[in-house]
């Protein structure tokens, strides 16, 4: 993985065919998807569950791009390297997971991976002020972590001050939650560089009828590109 600021849109599988996650990979990296965001949920850290690393591991395949593992669960420690062998390129864990964020920080590049830390909604930019060196990606929730299809809340000013904190670290600045045509470009003005979006890719498209999801994607990166299309 090298480090760049350019607008990646990553679309999270949880707004996909859960059936058909392998082909839905396939399909949306095909049709422009620059990373595959895959939303690890407990039924406790989170009011809702997905799947856990034997489901990342089966999909892996199917990715060729990078495989971005975005961990609603607590505790974190026990389970990364079992992500970790699962083929996570990052995995991010929540500031509000545990009182050990730093140490889960340290064991996550410990096992080979990019290290992500993510922030509720509720949460400071200061949660983070002593953790930028250990980072690769601060995932700025702008939904509150758990389902899909929420309205987006705004962190734009939270995004800025991220921003200045990072200075010219290699760290990347990912949105999750309500990422459309209409909100990628508060928070690509904001700062930035990866925007998570699952109802506003997979909408309209299917694995038979994948097209969609490439209109979906070219009109999110054009609207925070500031090139509205
Ligand atoms: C929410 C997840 C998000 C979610 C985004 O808990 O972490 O990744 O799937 O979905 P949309 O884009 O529909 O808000
Ligand atoms: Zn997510």
């Not at 060729?64 to 389970?79: E, N, R, S, T």
């Not at 459309?180 to 930035?192: C, E, F, I, K, R």
């Not at 498209?205 to 969609?212: E, K, L, R, Y």
Request: aromatic share 6%; net charge negative; glycine share 10%.
């Amino acid at each position: 993985m090298t480090f760049d600021r350019k607008i990646k849109i990553a679309p999270s599988i949880l707004a996909s065919d859960f059936a058909n996650f392998g082909a839905e990979c396939e399909a949306i990296e095909a049709q422009g998807a620059d990373w595959v965001h895959v939303d690890v949920m407990d039924g406790h850290f989170v009011p809702n569950l997905t799947f856990g690393p034997a489901t990342c591991a089966a999909i892996r395949p199917h990715i060729k791009g990078v495989m971005d593992v975005h961990l609603m669960i607590a505790p974190v420690d026990p389970y990364i390297d079992a992500f970790a062998q699962a083929g996570a390129d990052v995995i991010s864990a929540h500031v509000e997971a545990g009182p050990h964020i730093h140490r889960t920080l340290q064991a996550i590049r410990g096992a080979g991976v990019k290290a992500g830390v993510a922030l509720n909604p509720g949460t400071p930019a200061s949660a983070v002020a002593h953790l930028l060196d250990l980072t690769d990606l601060i995932c700025v929730m702008t939904v509150n972590p758990g389902f899909g299809g929420q309205k987006f809340i705004d962190m734009s000013a939270k995004v800025k001050e991220l921003r200045a904190m990072i200075g010219d670290r290699p760290v990347h600045i990912e949105i999750d939650g309500g990422v459309d045509v209409n909100t990628a470009p508060l928070v690509a003005q904001a700062g930035a560089d990866v925007l998570v979006a699952g109802s506003a890719v997979f909408k309209g498209g299917s694995v038979s009828n994948p097209g969609p999801y490439g209109e979906n994607i070219r009109a999110i990166r054009a609207a925070a590109e500031g090139v509205y299309v």
